[in-house]
Each structure stands twice: as structure tokens, then as C-alpha cells.
């Protein structure tokens, strides 16, 4: 099962910052959060991740509260191309063999809307 | 670096048939993943390979799926006697080891699975 819970959905106004939840509040000292998107009728793609920092990429920023157990994905400026369902996943750390799957929860679904 | 690409990209079969994904993944990684995605559900794990073993598998994954990976490369995922629970999007995805990279597994587009 998701060790996460996001809100199902979220609208957010094109070109204003989409704000996307995620608690994680079993979260262990040796698991990343880890952020997907999967826009409709595509796999999902990689955005960010992160361990306790904050982190920012070219397509967002991820921001981890201090005790890790919740965290958000900005979207500084969002897009109509940015409308997707939105993954927030735990993940170990690399300690050597094993699969490494992502196990997801549904997300939410962000609509950014015109 | 053309990503992972999946063939057919949908497939409509009757009950009882039996089908066969492909997947290719990124020429250089060396873990291949199959996952399932239901509607209005996130992709779930089915099996994974590193090169061309099939070290785990989910219990998912009944007797009639069967997964390969010959020499490492290209995969197949056959589903033997289909059944309509088996109506899905079947999901590949590849990835370096996480050591030194984070587990950033990339995916294709997928194989949607009609069973009449």
C-alpha cells in the first residue's frame, strides 16, 4: 500500500503557482520523496525529489517540512500542459540489491484551468 | 535516446485468448519494470528484471503471466487465457541501479488492454 495521502483533486488558475500536498507521515529515516506526473494517456514521468532539503529543478520545487512527514510540490507558474495526476511516492534509498518499485496512490488530479 | 517505446500500443482481445507486450527499454539500463494501471488507480507493480533475470514478482503476477527478458534487452509480457479482470494499461519502465543516480525509472506509454 501508499505510504502517502494526497487530496484528490486541485484546480489552480493558469500562470498562478499550483500548490500539490503530500503527507507521508510514516516516512523513514532512509526514504526519499519522490514526485511523478501522468498526463492522460501517457506513462508517468519523473518531476523531483528529495531528501530533507528543499530542492528546485526546472520544473519545480519540493519543499519537505523539518520532522519530513509532509511535503509540497510547487509549480511556479502553471500551464494548461501541466494538467495531470500528480504522484507523490516514498522510496528507499539505494543500499544495494532489490527492485526499487514505486508503489503510487491515485494522486491528485490537477486541472489548471484558463 | 529515443525513451522506452511499447508495442501494440492497444490491444482488444476475447476472453480466453492469449496475448504478448513488448517493451524496449533505454538501451544502457539495466532494470526493466512491468506495472498495471487500472482506471482511476495508480500503476502497480507486476515484476521487475535486472539484465535478464526476473529477481521479483508480485502476487499480481498469476500463472498466467509469464515475463521475459532474453539477453537483457527487449522484454515480453504474455498473458495466457485472458480474462476481463485483466483489462488494464500495462506499463514498462527502465532505470539505471539507484546507486549514485536517484531511482528515476522512465516510462513508456504504454499498452492498453481490452478483453472482451
Known amino acids: ?114 | 535516446d529515443t525513451g522506452v517505446s511499447q508495442d501494440p500500443r492497444h490491444k482488444i482481445t476475447k476472453r480466453g485468448q492469449n496475448v504478448t507486450f513488448r517493451c524496449d527499454p533505454i538501451s544502457e539500463h539495466n532494470r526493466l519494470y512491468w506495472y498495471r494501471q487500472t482506471l482511476g488507480q495508480g500503476p502497480e507493480f507486476l515484476t521487475y528484471f535486472q539484465n535478464e533475470a526476473q529477481l521479483e514478482k508480485s502476487r499480481l503476477l498469476s500463472d498466467r503471466f509469464s515475463a521475459e527478458r532474453p539477453k537483457g534487452s527487449f522484454s515480453t509480457l504474455e498473458i495466457q487465457r485472458t480474462e476481463q479482470g485483466d483489462s488494464a494499461m500495462y506499463l514498462c519502465a527502465s532505470s539505471l541501479d539507484p546507486s549514485g543516480h536517484y531511482n528515476e525509472q522512465f516510462f513508456g506509454p504504454g499498452t492498453r488492454l481490452t478483453v472482451l
Request: aromatic share 8%; with cysteine.
Open chain 1, 1 to 114: 500500500d501508499a505510504k502517502t495521502t494526497q487530496p484528490p483533486s486541485m484546480d489552480c488558475a493558469e500562470g498562478r503557482a499550483a500548490n500539490l500536498p503530500c503527507n507521508h507521515s510514516t516516512i523513514s529515516g532512509n526514504e526519499y520523496v519522490y514526485w511523478y506526473r501522468q498526463i492522460h494517456s501517457q506513462g508517468p514521468q519523473y518531476i523531483i525529489h528529495g531528501l530533507k532539503n528543499n530542492e528546485t529543478n526546472e520544473m519545480a520545487s519540493l519543499i519537505i517540512t523539518e520532522d519530513r512527514k509532509s511535503s509540497t510540490l510547487i509549480l511556479p507558474h502553471a500551464t494548461l500542459r501541466d494538467t495531470a495526476v500528480y504522484y507523490c511516492i516514498v522510496s528507499l534509498t539505494y543500499s544495494g540489491a532489490g527492485s526499487y518499485q514505486l508503489t503510487f496512490g491515485k494522486g491528485t488530479k490537477l486541472s489548471v484551468i484558463p
